[in-house]
Nanobody, 123 residues
Framework: QVQLVESGGGLVPTGASLRLTCAAS????????MAWFRQGPGKEREFVAA??????YYIDLVEGRFTISRDNAKNTVYLQMNSLKPEDTGVYYC??????????????????WGQGTQVTVSS
């Protein structure tokens, strides 16, 4: 059974850093991709970052501030978030897929999801 478990969220001031962790079990997703999406208050879920075959993808809003990385030995993906802004507030979800099913930026192409972790950036 595939399971994704996120951790690392919290309440931080503007400009702070957080590192989110997503531990996967039940599959290595080595041929697919792992990604982070977020959903802010009253907003649609949006793509944040993805990693596939060592290549990283980011939404423009976080480029240069966030870094996605993967530890294959631990079957874990990380999202290092620096220079956090209030608009980064939301529930962050880890997503994964075992093979290519479409754009890395499209939520419906991922078939495994974590429960989410709350990130709140105070102004």
């Amino acid at each position: 059974q595939v399971q994704l478990v996120e951790s690392g969220g919290g309440l931080v001031p503007t400009g702070a850093s957080l590192r989110l962790t997503c531990a996967a079990s039940g599959s290595t997703f080595s041929s697919g991709a792992m990604a982070w999406f977020r959903q802010g208050p009253g907003k649609e879920r949006e793509f944040v970052a993805a990693i596939s075959g060592g290549v990283q993808y980011y939404i423009d809003l976080v480029e240069g501030r966030f870094t996605i990385s993967r530890d294959n030995a631990k079957n874990t993906v990380y999202l290092q978030m620096n220079s956090l802004k209030p608009e980064d507030t939301g529930v962050y979800y880890c997503a994964a897929r075992e093979y290519y099913t479409g754009s890395h930026r499209t939520a419906r192409t991922y078939n495994f999801w974590g429960q989410g972790t709350q990130v709140t950036v105070s102004s």
